[in-house]
C-alpha cells in the first residue's frame, strides 16, 4: 500500500550516531577540564591550585607511585599492607581463563580464597611497582648524529637506550626501561621492582563483573562490579609495598576532588595531521575488518559446544571491545570536523614556528618528514598488517617468541629487538615458561584466520603468504602445525631455549620449522618500518614537541605510553538529550536495569547477587562518573581521594570519551569507576568474604600472617 | 597557563544535541512502521491484518470510540461501568490548580476521595464522549463557490458547517461540530455527548506524577506517576457509560500489539513547505522568544512567596513544557535535512500531479497560492502573534470571551467567529461561570508582560498598541485593569452576560472597556486573517490532498485536529549511543534515580511513596514505551491490548519523537505511558485506594452506589 508516499523520514544524524557509534565533531573549547594524563615528575600542580586549591607534595607523590601497580596492559594499586592488589576483573581475566579447566570456570563463577593457602598462584602474571625515574633525554639524543641517514640514527638511538637500560639494571638490580614521552622530545629512565609471584583471591561471577555485557560497554548508567583481588608473593610471603591505599567505606561525594592513577596505553593527541590521516585511511579500517573476521571465526568455533564456548570467552570478549572502539575512532576521524580542526591547529603552530628562526631551524621540516614517513607507510601497511600473527593464538606466538629469543640473544644487546633486550630477558622467560593451558583447535581456528586473511588481502603471491602456506589451505595449514606441535608442553619449550639458536636450526616440530621460515621476511619488515617510519615519527615528533616547549613552556603532559601517569579530575554526572545523567549508580539500579529486560542476557543476574538483595543496602552506590582524563590501559586504576584513601576503581570511559583518543573533552566524557562503598558492601553481603572486606578496612588481615601489620601504610 | 596551546576539541555535534536539544536529520524511511493517527471511519485494517494478524471489527470500534473521552487538549478515558475517567494528572493540572487553596494544596498534596461524598466537584471540566460521525465534504464544498473572491468562499465554507452543527444538534440534542480533516480534503461531522459534572477522585502528589520535573520531561527512561482519576456525574449520579476499559493487572508485555486511542492536538505533517517554512522563520521563533520572556516575569512573581508559587505552578510549567517543544521544533526546521527532503518529496508530488491533466486542474496552483498566503501572513504575523493576550490571564480572558459573546450572538448563527457558533454556546457560558479563583496579581504580571513585548515589538505606535496603552506603563495599565475590574465576581459575569451588547456598551468595569476598545481591532486582524490565510490554506490544502488520494488512494491518515485516533503499534524499547534502553522501568528504578541524585529536587521522591518503599513490590513495572504514534493532546489516552484491557496511560513522547510534528520515525521515537500495573500497586499500596483499585479491577465500586453494576462494561 502506498504509505511511503506519506512524508516519512528516518532518524536524525544525531539520532543514527546514538543508534550507531559516536560521530564525533570537535570544536575548540575554550572552558576550562580536567584534562591530562601527568607524568608523575610534572604533576600539574599550578591548575590544582588554582582549581581546588590542593598541592601536591613530594611525599603525596610518592605514595602513589609505590602503591600503584602496574599490569602490562592494565593498572593495579596495592590495597593492603600485606600486598593485596585491586585491578579489573577484565584485567584479570586472561589469568582466570588461563586458571580455570572444564571443571573448574572461575570465569563463570567467580573465585573466593577465604584463607591464605586457597590463593591461587596465577601462571604467568608479572606486576611491576615504579621505583624511580631519571631524564635521559640528553644522553640518548648526542647518541645521535642528525646528519647520518636514518637508519643510523635508529641505531644509534636504540643503541643508546638499551645501553642506559643495562647500566642502570646492572646497578639497582631492577627491571629498568627507556621509554620515549612527547613522541620523542624526552626519554626516561623508569625503575621498577617486578613481581612473578602473584596469586588470584578473589574475583566475582563474569556475569556481575561484565554486567550489560557488549551493549553496556563504553556506557554509562553501569551497573558492574568490575573488580578482582590478587596478592603479590615475595619468598613465599606476602609482600609489604611501600606504600598502599585504603579503600574509603562510603566512595567519593558529588564534585568531590579524585586522582586516578595508572597506566594509559596510548593517545594520538599530538600527532601531525599525516599521522592521523593514516590512521583513518589505513590503520583504523583495516583493525576493523581483520577483527569481524576474527570475531567471526572465534563464534563459530565457540558455538559448536560449551567448553569451546569458555575457551573462547576472553578471545571474544577483547576482539569485540576492541571493534566497539575502533568502529568509533574511524567515525570520529571520518566523519567529524576533527581532522579539519586538528589541520587548522598544526597550521598555527607551523606559522610560529616559521617565525623564529632557531625553532624554525630545527624542526620546520619535521610534519613533511613525518608526512613522507607515512606516505611511505601507506605502501607496505598491509604487510605489516596482515602478516602479523595475532598473538591469542597462543602455540604461534610460543614460536615466535622462542625462535626470535635463541636469534636475538645471539646478538649484542644494543642491536637486539626492543623486546629481547637483556633488560625484559626474564620476563619474556617467565612468558615462554607459563604453564598455562593451550587449546590447539582454538589455536588453529585463530591461526587459520589470520592466514586466510593475510592471502585474501595480500594475494597468494605475497612471498609471506607464499612461504606461510606453500600452496596449502590456510586451515589445512593451521590444523597441521597446531596438532604436529609439541612445545605446547612447557619442558619442550624449556629444552628449545635452553639448546638456543642450535636447537631451534635442528629442531623439526612443525611450529618451529615454520615460524624459522618466516622469520627472515618477517625480519625484513620490522626492520624497514623502524628504519623508514618509527625512528623518523620519533625524531622528527621530538622535534615537533620541543618546539612546543620552546613557544609555550612546559606545562603540559605527553601523550599516553602505557608509562605511570595522574589525572585529576572531579566526580560528576553530565547533561545527555535533555536530562541529568547522575554522577552515580546505585544497587536499586542493577536490579531495575535486570527487571526493566525481564532478566534476559545480558542482563541477567548472577544468582548469588540476586539472592543477597534483601540483605544488600540498595541505596547504596554501584558505580560512577568522574572528570578525570583516562583511556585503554587505565583499567584497574585507582581512584583516589585528596586524603589518598580509594574511593573507586576505575573499569571504562562511557562513548562520549571515545574522542580523547584524539583530544579531551568533558561536556560528557566521563571515567567509569567501581566505587569502594560497593567493593565492600559486595564482598560482605554477597561473598561471604568478611576477612578480605576487614583487611581492606582495617589494613589488616586475619588469613595472612601479618608479619608487619602495622608497618609502612600510607594511607593512614 | 598555556594549556590552550594542547589541542583541545568540545564535544561533537551529536554530544552538543544531545546536551542541548534534538538536532534532527530526516532521511527517507523505507521500514515499515507503525505510523499513523488513524480516524476511527478509517482505521489500518490491512496494515494489522499484515503486521500483527489481527482484524479490528466494527464493534471493537465502537467499543473504543465510546470509551474515549476528549479532555479538550487532552484524553481520558472510562475506566468503570461507574463513570469513573482516568487521565493524566498533567491533564488534570489546571482543574486541581483551581480547587486549591491557600491552604488546601491538592496540586502539591494530592487529593484522595475514599467515598463518592468526598470526590469533589470541578470548578470548569467539561468532558466530551463522541456518538457518531458522518462525512459532509460535499455538502461544504457545494456551498462553496471556487470563482467567488476568497473572503466570499470563506464566508461560504463557514457558513455551511455553522449550518450543518445547528441542524446536527436540533436533531439529536448532541453536540455538533464539523471538523476539517486533511487540510480541508474532507468534512466531517462529530456529534458528541457532553458532561459537565465531573468530580476529582484521586490525583497523587505532582512531585510523583511530574516525577524528574523539567529535565525528564520527554525523557526515558521515566518513572512519573502521571494519573489522576475523574468521575462524570449526571443528574448527581455517576453515569453508566456505553464502553469502559478495565485495568489489566499485569500491564503490558514485551512486543505486544497495543493501540493508543485519543486526541492529537496537530501535527504540521501534511503542511506545505512555505507553510514549514513560515514555522521556520517566524512562528516558531517568536514563539520561543514570547514564552521566554513570559517564564522569566512568571518565575519573579513566583519567587515571591509560597503561595504566589502555588498560583503560578500550572503556568510555570506549562510554558516550561512548551518552550522545551518549541526549542526542538525549531531546531529541527532549522538544522536539520528536513526541510531540504520535505522539499525533494513535494517536488515529487508536484511532477505527478503535472502528469495527469484532470488532477492538475483541480491543484497544480495549490502550492503557489498558499506560498502566497504565507507571504502574506509574514507581512502581519507579528501583530497576530504580539496582540494576542494570553488567556492563562484569566480576567483578561474572561472580558475578551464576555465582550465577544454578547457581540457575536447579536450575529446570524452563520456569521459568527466559530466558537460563538451555537453548537458552542453551552461550553462557552459553562467556562464564563466558572467558579475558580482569580489572581488579579498574576494576571498583572502576565498582561504587563503581554503589553511590554508588544510595545517593544510593533512598536508604541501600533494601533493596538497605543489603545491598549494610552501613553501608560505595561504594568501600571496591568494593574489598574486587574485591580479596578470587578468581573472576577461570577454574578457580575453572570449580569453582564444577561445584560448582553447593551450591558457591554453600558459598562464602566475598566477591564470591559478596556477589552471593547481593542476589539474593532482584534476582528480585522482576525477577519483579515482568515480571508487571507486560513481559508486558502484549507481550500488549497484540501486539493493537494484530494490529488494525494487521486494518486495513491486513501489508505492514509489525516494531519491531528484534536479530534479522535486510533494509533497501533508495539511495546518496545530502543537502541541508544551503543546501548539498549529497556521497554519498561521498574519502581527499582525510581529508587536509583532519586538515589543516585543523593535525593535532591527534582528527583526527590514525596514521603508517602518513600514510605511505602518496604511495602511495594519493586520489581513491578512503572513506565513503558510503545511505538505508537502521537502528539501533544493524546495526553492521557489509553494504551488499550487487542482486548481493550486497558495496559497503559499516555503522558509523554520521548526527545526523539520531537520530530513526530514533522514526520513519524521509530528508530528511536517512542510514546511513553504509565503501567496500569503501577496505578494499581500505587493505589493499594502506597495511597490505601483499595476501594478504587477494586473498582478499577472488578469493574464494581463499593464507594458509589452500583445501580447497574452489571451492565454494559465493555472490557469482559
Redesign the interface.
Given at each position: 500500500?502506498?504509505?511511503?508516499?506519506?512524508?516519512?523520514?528516518?532518524?536524525?544524524?544525531?539520532?543514527?550516531?546514538?543508534?550507531?557509534?559516536?560521530?564525533?565533531?570537535?570544536?575548540?573549547?575554550?572552558?576550562r577540564?580536567d584534562?591530562?594524563m601527568w607524568t608523575l615528575d610534572n604533576p600539574p600542580s599550578?591548575?590544582l591550585q588554582e582549581r581546588y586549591g590542593f598541592a601536591p607534595t613530594k611525599e603525596w607523590l610518592e605514595r602513589i607511585q609505590h602503591g600503584c601497580v602496574n599490569f602490562g596492559g592494565g593498572s593495579g594499586s596495592f590495597v593492603s599492607p600485606n600486598g593485596l592488589v585491586l585491578t579489573n576483573h577484565h584485567v584479570a581475566l586472561n589469568q582466570l581463563q588461563k586458571m580455570s579447566t572444564a571443571e573448574h570456570n572461575y570465569v563463570r563463577d567467580g573465585f573466593f580464597a577465604k584463607t591464605g593457602s586457597e590463593e591461587m598462584p596465577c601462571p604467568d602474571l608479572e606486576l611491576k611497582v615504579l621505583q624511580s625515574m631519571d631524564e635521559v633525554t640528553k644522553q640518548v639524543l648526542a647518541a645521535v648524529d642528525p646528519r647520518a641517514t636514518i637508519a643510523v640514527q635508529s641505531s644509534q638511538r636504540k643503541a643508546a637506550m638499551a645501553r642506559l637500560e643495562t647500566e642502570a639494571s646492572q646497578s639497582t638490580g631492577l627491571k629498568c626501561e627507556v621509554i620515549e614521552l612527547y613522541h620523542g622530545a624526552e626519554y626516561w629512565l623508569y625503575r621498577y621492582k617486578k613481581y612473578n609471584d602473584v596469586r588470584l583471591v578473589m574475583a566475582p561471577e563474569e556475569q556481575i563483573a561484565f554486567y550489560?555485557g557488549d551493549?553496556?560497554?563504553?556506557?554509562y548508567?553501569r551497573h558492574d562490579l568490575d573488580m578482582a583481588f590478587f596478592r603479590v608473593y615475595e619468598n613465599g610471603r606476602p609482600v609489604h609495598p611501600d606504600s598502599w591505599f585504603r579503600l574509603s567505606d562510603a566512595g567519593p561525594s558529588?564534585n568531590e576532588l579524585v586522582f586516578v592513577a595508572g597506566h594509559p596505553g596510548a593517545t594520538s593527541?599530538?600527532k601531525t595531521v599525516s599521522q592521523l590521516e593514516y590512521e583513518r585511511d589505513c590503520l583504523r579500517p583495516t583493525r576493523i575488518t581483520q577483527q569481524e573476521s576474527r570475531l567471526k571465526a572465534i563464534r563459530a568455533y565457540a558455538a559448536e559446544s560449551p567448553e569451546n564456548t569458555r575457551r573462547a570467552v576472553d578471545r571474544d570478549r577483547g576482539i569485540e571491545n576492541n571493534l566497539?572502539r575502533e568502529r568509533a575512532f574511524l567515525e570520529?576521524l571520518k566523519d567529524?570536523p576533527?581532522l579539519a580542526?586538528?589541520r587548522d591547529?598544526e597550521s598555527a603552530l607551523r606559522a610560529r614556528v616559521a617565525k623564529d628562526p632557531k625553532i624554525a631551524a630545527d624542526c620546520s621540516g619535521s610534519w613533511d618528514k613525518i608526512a613522507s614517513a607515512e606516505k611511505e607507510l601507506r605502501g607496505r601497511y598491509k604487510q605489516r598488517l596482515y602478516r602479523d600473527l595475532d598473538r591469542s593464538a597462543r602455540l604461534v606466538n610460543l614460536a615466535e617468541n622462542i625462535v626470535r629469543y635463541t636469534a636475538e640473544v645471539q646478538k649484542p644487546n644494543e642491536k637486539r629487538f626492543r623486546e629481547y633486550r637483556d633488560s625484559n630477558l626474564p620476563t619474556m622467560k617467565f612468558q615462554i615458561y607459563s604453564k598455562a593451558p593451550v587449546f590447539p583447535d582454538l589455536d588453529a581456528v585463530i591461526l587459520a584466520n589470520s592466514l586466510e586473511q593475510a592471502r585474501a588481502t595480500l594475494g597468494p603471491n605475497d612471498p609471506w603468504v607464499k612461504q606461510a602456506l606453500g600452496g596449502k589451505e590456510p586451515m589445512d595449514v593451521a590444523k597441521s602445525l597446531t596438532q604436529g606441535t609439541r612445545i605446547g608442553d612447557p619442558t619442550v619449550r624449556k629444552q628449545l631455549m635452553e639448546g638456543g639458536a642450535e636447537a631451534i636450526a635442528a629442531s623439526a616440530d612443525p611450529m618451529i620449522v615454520w615460524v624459522r621460515g618466516l622469520d627472515p621476511i618477517y625480519r625484513e619488515l620490522r626492520t624497514w618500518y623502524e628504519d623508514h617510519v618509527e625512528t623518523v615519527e620519533s625524531l622528527e615528533g621530538g622535534r615537533i614537541a620541543r618546539a612546543?616547549f620552546a613557544?609555550?613552556?612546559h606545562?603540559?603532559?605527553p601523550d599516553a605510553t602505557g608509562s605511570l601517569r595522574l589525572s585529576p579530575g572531579k566526580v560528576a554526572?553530565?547533561?545527555?538529550?535533555?536530562?541529568?545523567v547522575?554522577?552515580?549508580?546505585?544497587w536499586?539500579?542493577l536490579?531495575?536495569?535486570s527487571?526493566?529486560?525481564?532478566g534476559r542476557h545480558p542482563?541477567d543476574i548472577p544468582a548469588r547477587v540476586a539472592a543477597a538483595r534483601g540483605k544488600l543496602d540498595?541505596?547504596g552506590p554501584l558505580n560512577f562518573v568522574c572528570t578525570t582524563d583516562i583511556i585503554g590501559g587505565n583499567s584497574g586504576s585507582p581512584v583516589l581521594g585528596k586524603d589518598l584513601s580509594l574511593v573507586g576503581l576505575i573499569f571504562d570511559g562511557n562513548?562520549?570519551a571515545f574522542?580523547w583518543e584524539?583530544?579531551?573533552?568533558d561536556?560528557?566524557g566521563r571515567a567509569v569507576a567501581v566505587s569502594s562503598a560497593a567493593i565492600l558492601q559486595s564482598l560482605r553481603k554477597i561473598y561471604d568474604m568478611n576477612n578480605l572486606a576487614d583487611e581492606l578496612q582495617s589494613g589488616r588481615t586475619a588469613s595472612v600472617p601479618a608479619t608487619s601489620a602495622d608497618a609502612s601504610g600510607s594511607a593512614h
Amino acid at each position: 500500500m502506498p504509505r511511503s508516499k506519506i512524508a516519512r523520514f528516518a532518524a536524525s544524524a544525531f539520532l543514527a550516531a546514538a543508534s550507531g557509534f559516536v560521530i564525533a565533531a570537535f570544536a575548540p573549547n575554550t572552558i576550562r577540564a580536567d584534562e591530562g594524563m601527568w607524568t608523575l615528575d610534572n604533576p600539574p600542580s599550578k591548575i590544582l591550585q588554582e582549581r581546588y586549591g590542593f598541592a601536591p607534595t613530594k611525599e603525596w607523590l610518592e605514595r602513589i607511585q609505590h602503591g600503584c601497580v602496574n599490569f602490562g596492559g592494565g593498572s593495579g594499586s596495592f590495597v593492603s599492607p600485606n600486598g593485596l592488589v585491586l585491578t579489573n576483573h577484565h584485567v584479570a581475566l586472561n589469568q582466570l581463563q588461563k586458571m580455570s579447566t572444564a571443571e573448574h570456570n572461575y570465569v563463570r563463577d567467580g573465585f573466593f580464597a577465604k584463607t591464605g593457602s586457597e590463593e591461587m598462584p596465577c601462571p604467568d602474571l608479572e606486576l611491576k611497582v615504579l621505583q624511580s625515574m631519571d631524564e635521559v633525554t640528553k644522553q640518548v639524543l648526542a647518541a645521535v648524529d642528525p646528519r647520518a641517514t636514518i637508519a643510523v640514527q635508529s641505531s644509534q638511538r636504540k643503541a643508546a637506550m638499551a645501553r642506559l637500560e643495562t647500566e642502570a639494571s646492572q646497578s639497582t638490580g631492577l627491571k629498568c626501561e627507556v621509554i620515549e614521552l612527547y613522541h620523542g622530545a624526552e626519554y626516561w629512565l623508569y625503575r621498577y621492582k617486578k613481581y612473578n609471584d602473584v596469586r588470584l583471591v578473589m574475583a566475582p561471577e563474569e556475569q556481575i563483573a561484565f554486567y550489560g555485557g557488549d551493549p553496556d560497554n563504553f556506557s554509562y548508567p553501569r551497573h558492574d562490579l568490575d573488580m578482582a583481588f590478587f596478592r603479590v608473593y615475595e619468598n613465599g610471603r606476602p609482600v609489604h609495598p611501600d606504600s598502599w591505599f585504603r579503600l574509603s567505606d562510603a566512595g567519593p561525594s558529588e564534585n568531590e576532588l579524585v586522582f586516578v592513577a595508572g597506566h594509559p596505553g596510548a593517545t594520538s593527541r599530538l600527532k601531525t595531521v599525516s599521522q592521523l590521516e593514516y590512521e583513518r585511511d589505513c590503520l583504523r579500517p583495516t583493525r576493523i575488518t581483520q577483527q569481524e573476521s576474527r570475531l567471526k571465526a572465534i563464534r563459530a568455533y565457540a558455538a559448536e559446544s560449551p567448553e569451546n564456548t569458555r575457551r573462547a570467552v576472553d578471545r571474544d570478549r577483547g576482539i569485540e571491545n576492541n571493534l566497539k572502539r575502533e568502529r568509533a575512532f574511524l567515525e570520529i576521524l571520518k566523519d567529524g570536523p576533527l581532522l579539519a580542526q586538528k589541520r587548522d591547529a598544526e597550521s598555527a603552530l607551523r606559522a610560529r614556528v616559521a617565525k623564529d628562526p632557531k625553532i624554525a631551524a630545527d624542526c620546520s621540516g619535521s610534519w613533511d618528514k613525518i608526512a613522507s614517513a607515512e606516505k611511505e607507510l601507506r605502501g607496505r601497511y598491509k604487510q605489516r598488517l596482515y602478516r602479523d600473527l595475532d598473538r591469542s593464538a597462543r602455540l604461534v606466538n610460543l614460536a615466535e617468541n622462542i625462535v626470535r629469543y635463541t636469534a636475538e640473544v645471539q646478538k649484542p644487546n644494543e642491536k637486539r629487538f626492543r623486546e629481547y633486550r637483556d633488560s625484559n630477558l626474564p620476563t619474556m622467560k617467565f612468558q615462554i615458561y607459563s604453564k598455562a593451558p593451550v587449546f590447539p583447535d582454538l589455536d588453529a581456528v585463530i591461526l587459520a584466520n589470520s592466514l586466510e586473511q593475510a592471502r585474501a588481502t595480500l594475494g597468494p603471491n605475497d612471498p609471506w603468504v607464499k612461504q606461510a602456506l606453500g600452496g596449502k589451505e590456510p586451515m589445512d595449514v593451521a590444523k597441521s602445525l597446531t596438532q604436529g606441535t609439541r612445545i605446547g608442553d612447557p619442558t619442550v619449550r624449556k629444552q628449545l631455549m635452553e639448546g638456543g639458536a642450535e636447537a631451534i636450526a635442528a629442531s623439526a616440530d612443525p611450529m618451529i620449522v615454520w615460524v624459522r621460515g618466516l622469520d627472515p621476511i618477517y625480519r625484513e619488515l620490522r626492520t624497514w618500518y623502524e628504519d623508514h617510519v618509527e625512528t623518523v615519527e620519533s625524531l622528527e615528533g621530538g622535534r615537533i614537541a620541543r618546539a612546543r616547549f620552546a613557544l609555550d613552556g612546559h606545562s603540559t603532559y605527553p601523550d599516553a605510553t602505557g608509562s605511570l601517569r595522574l589525572s585529576p579530575g572531579k566526580v560528576a554526572g553530565y547533561k545527555q538529550l535533555t536530562t541529568d545523567v547522575p554522577w552515580k549508580t546505585t544497587w536499586f539500579g542493577l536490579f531495575d536495569r535486570s527487571t526493566s529486560f525481564d532478566g534476559r542476557h545480558p542482563y541477567d543476574i548472577p544468582a548469588r547477587v540476586a539472592a543477597a538483595r534483601g540483605k544488600l543496602d540498595l541505596a547504596g552506590p554501584l558505580n560512577f562518573v568522574c572528570t578525570t582524563d583516562i583511556i585503554g590501559g587505565n583499567s584497574g586504576s585507582p581512584v583516589l581521594g585528596k586524603d589518598l584513601s580509594l574511593v573507586g576503581l576505575i573499569f571504562d570511559g562511557n562513548v562520549q570519551a571515545f574522542g580523547w583518543e584524539f583530544a579531551y573533552d568533558d561536556a560528557q566524557g566521563r571515567a567509569v569507576a567501581v566505587s569502594s562503598a560497593a567493593i565492600l558492601q559486595s564482598l560482605r553481603k554477597i561473598y561471604d568474604m568478611n576477612n578480605l572486606a576487614d583487611e581492606l578496612q582495617s589494613g589488616r588481615t586475619a588469613s595472612v600472617p601479618a608479619t608487619s601489620a602495622d608497618a609502612s601504610g600510607s594511607a593512614h
